[in-house]
């Protein structure tokens, strides 16, 4: 199998873990950057089915190694609270030091933001499960940096097309998305996983996000 079918492939199975495991909502939902969407994917219940955690982190692992580069990144560090857990996974796979990004600063000990060891100079690769605004990895990037980190490159399981690659990009920072919502959608309409009204309300938020941007 050529590396592009492989890819569409692994895609077509992690669309489908999504389905198995309910992580696809439907609805009226108040998301973290504090738009309001039709539809919701809840990636934060992922560690609570082992499989499902191990196919999604290897496949993470193996895109980062292809698409990145394990000679590019020094460490690993998790977005809060989402990220956290893939991140851990992940840096076990790739036998890097694993860090994690405090949402606030502590009032206590040596008050930092980031926990782990991390050295001035020290490349890092950030994770989270998605990405809607890029806000919440624009804030770890910045705690990162603020304690000497280097960052140029992020990883998301997830991007919901809705301005967060373009954001990140615009503090110097590469989104790596392993899955665009619009190649989700597709794939589970064309599997009839989803009917197509589901599709269509997925595919108009994309649009309207896109609208709203230009």
């Known amino acids: 199998m050529n590396p592009e079918k492989e890819l569409q492939t692994k895609k077509a199975e992690m669309a489908k873990i999504l389905i198995k495991i309910d992580a696809l909502k439907f609805g009226v939902f108040k998301l973290t950057s504090g738009k309001k969407s039709p539809y919701y994917i809840d990636l934060r219940i992922v560690p609570s089915f082992p499989d499902a955690f191990t196919e999604i982190c290897n496949f993470y692992t193996q895109q980062i190694t292809q698409q990145i580069g394990t000679d590019k990144f020094d460490r690993i560090a998790g977005v809060p609270i989402a990220g956290i857990p893939f ?3 992940i840096a076990y796979n790739l036998k890097k ?19 782990g ?14 990405v809607t605004t890029g806000l919440n990895m624009r804030k770890a990037a910045e705690a990162v940096r603020a304690e000497g980190g280097v960052v140029t490159e992020t990883v ?22 392993l899955m665009k919502i619009s190649e989700v959608a597709k794939i589970l309409y064309e599997t009839d996983a989803i009917d197509e009204e589901s599709y269509k309300t997925i595919t108009k938020q994309i649009k309207k996000e896109k609208k709203h941007q230009s």
Do not use: T
Request: aromatic share 6%.
């Open 156 to 177: 998301a399981f997830l991007d919901r097309e809705e301005g967060g690659q373009a954001k990140l990009a615009k503090d110097g920072i590469h989104l790596h998305a």
């Open 97 to 115: 030091p694993f860090l994690y990004v405090r949402k606030g600063i502590r009032r206590h000990g040596r008050k930092r933001r980031v926990e």
């Open 117 to 130: 060891i991390l050295v001035s100079g020290d490349r890092v690769l950030i994770i989270d499960d998605l």
């Open 87 to 89: 991140a851990s996974q």
